[in-house]
């Protein structure tokens, strides 16, 4: 961009981010966010949790995973982009009310560079390798093997959206994913069968998106769905 209009006589250039390639991979160890590391910028995935958050665990029993398949970073950028072209398949397909979903990383380790001078007479004002450690330029979530990026739970009938959004979601991010269908009864630890069965016995607490099992530890009388009335 040239200023000749201000009377200054160089030309100034913006830069733009570097590509996702050139920070793909883990080579260094976690670099966090600290009162040492000042100056980072917000990372670009602000919402982890979207859709019809409040649904009762009974609602939703079907659910799918996005899962990596590699030991890679994800940068916030990405993450973002793969969230908002979930919600918006299943939104227009589905409705705003069919699902729940949950970004499952969360871009903690922070990107560097070291900024080259691109002007006239730059020659003489940079320092090459010298003082090479960069400034925070951006955030990624480090990603391993079978690592869960993606979750969404939402009603049988809407499978197959959920199913097609998380597909598309996958070509927003660097190497290979898998999308997993769940055997779990929703967010729970448990299966469809083991949760119809706990829940017919009435030993399952509804709590959220979760629920609670009441155990058969601990004194008599607390327990009353163990306690057999004569």
């Known amino acids: 961009v040239s200023t000749q209009s201000t009377g200054l006589s160089f030309n100034s250039q913006t830069m733009g981010r570097r590509p996702g390639r050139c920070y793909r991979y883990c080579k260094n160890k976690p670099y966090i966010k600290s009162r040492y590391c000042r100056g980072v910028p917000d990372p670009k995935i602000r919402i982890f949790d979207l859709g019809r958050k409040k649904a009762s665990v009974d609602e939703f029993p079907f659910c799918a995973h996005l899962i990596s398949l590699e030991r890679e970073q994800l940068s916030s950028e990405a993450l973002e982009a793969a969230r908002i072209t979930t919600n918006k398949y299943i939104v227009k397909l589905g409705g705003k009310d069919a699902f729940h979903m949950r970004v499952r ?126």
């Open 105 to 230: 990383v969360h871009p903690f380790h922070v990107l560097r560079i070291n900024k080259m001078l691109s002007c006239a007479g730059a020659d003489r004002l940079q320092t090459g390798m010298r003082g090479a450690f960069g400034k925070p330029t951006g955030t990624v979530a480090r990603v391993t093997f079978g690592q869960i990026i993606f979750s969404v739970r939402s009603k049988d009938a809407t499978s197959a959206h959920v199913l097609e959004a998380l597909r598309r979601a996958s070509y927003k991010f660097p190497g290979r994913q898998k999308i997993i269908v769940s055997k779990k009864w929703g967010f729970t630890p448990y299966s469809r069968e083991e949760y119809a069965k706990l829940r017919a016995e009435g030993r399952l607490i509804p709590d959220g998106s979760h629920c609670k099992l009441i155990s058969a530890h601990g004194p008599l009388e607390k327990k009353t769905v163990f306690v057999k009335t004569a």
